[in-house]
């Protein structure tokens, strides 16, 4: 064993979180995640709405990686990417795609499963012009996820755009825009001592109301 494969081997941390009770959590489940993002933001955590995003091919090969949530509400959690990327591609042909939210500082994890919809296109280009140009500008530089032959292409290519909007609007990208995920499982995760972890589970929403379960740690 390496030097480094010993020390992950004997990592070992013990959380120390205040209880999560099956009996006192918000029967909203969008309540309880807003309570539990407004005090990791209120904890100065770096990038509290960073979540990985799961998604899987028609065949079930996943894949996942880290993306930004933009917003959330009762339609769904919003994000936003190129629709030609891998990610886009996986999310149009299997809308079935999990979020997942790790706070170690406040030793929580938030797991949210559902399906996904592209957002109205008023939506997208609301958000776009929300954006720094130079992000604007980097949404038509990047064709994310393509095979490209070094970095002195994209930044070749960044900067004939700088020239181009100098002065200009920069115009949102057909292929850029947003997916919102309606969430049909929450799973709230509070790391406790020994292990013992805390872990409740929303599903099976049916007449308004979501059915609330205790899960084994």
Not at 69 to 90: D, H, P, V
Not at 170 to 176: D, G, L
Request: charged fraction near 30%; aromatic fraction near 12%.
């Amino acid at each position: 064993m390496t030097d480094i494969q010993q020390k992950i081997f004997s990592i070992r941390s013990d959380y120390a979180g205040k209880p999560l009770d099956e009996g006192e959590v918000d029967r909203d489940p969008m309540k309880q995640f807003e309570c539990w993002m407004k005090e990791a933001v209120d904890s100065n955590l770096q990038d509290p709405n960073a979540m990985v995003l799961s998604t899987a091919t028609p065949g079930g090969k996943p894949s996942a990686r880290v993306v930004l949530l933009r917003g959330f509400s009762e339609k769904g959690f919003a994000f936003y990417t190129n629709y030609n990327s891998r990610k886009g591609m996986e999310l149009l042909e299997n809308p079935h795609a999990c979020l997942s939210f790790f706070w170690p500082e406040i030793a929580r994890q938030v797991k949210i499963e559902g399906l996904v919809t592209k957002l109205a296109s008023e939506e997208s280009e609301a958000y776009f012009r929300s954006r720094p140009k130079d992000h604007q500008l980097g949404a038509w530089a990047s064709m994310q996820s393509k095979v490209i032959g070094g970095r002195d292409e994209i930044e070749r290519q960044m900067s004939e755009l700088e020239i181009k909007y100098k002065d200009q609007e920069v115009p949102r990208p057909h292929y850029w825009g947003g997916f919102s995920l309606l969430p049909e499982l929450f799973e709230f995760w509070q790391g406790r001592m020994s292990r013992l972890h805390d872990r409740i589970q929303y599903s099976g929403y049916k007449n308004g109301e979501w059915l609330i379960e205790r899960l084994s740690p």
